[in-house]
């Protein structure tokens, strides 16, 4: 999923559905295309710890998720061919 937009409108519905495995996936889904060693650099998430959220059995923080859905925007916004 290289649509930000994308990302984030499916994102919501699944928060809205209760479905929270799914949003993690999608969120992962997002992250997935993205350079994790860069991610982490810029936007202060340790590089572990964006490797994490794509396994399943993680549960990232609230805090974790809005910064990954900062990061995964403002690189987006960076990268407009992706």
């Known amino acids: 999923m290289g649509n930000p937009e ?21 969120l992962a889904g997002g992250l997935r295309h ?13 590089r572990r710890t ?3 959220l794509l396994d399943r059995r993680s549960s990232p ?4 998720v809005a910064k990954v859905c900062r990061a995964i925007k403002a690189e987006s916004a960076k990268n407009p061919a992706r």
């Open 61 to 64: 923080t609230l805090d974790l």
């Open 50 to 52: 964006l490797y994490n």
């Open 34 to 46: 993205l350079n994790k060693s860069r991610l982490s650099r810029l936007h202060d998430i340790p």
């Open 6 to 26: 994308l990302v984030f409108r499916t994102f919501m519905e699944c928060l809205l559905e209760g479905d929270s495995r799914a949003a993690r996936e999608v």
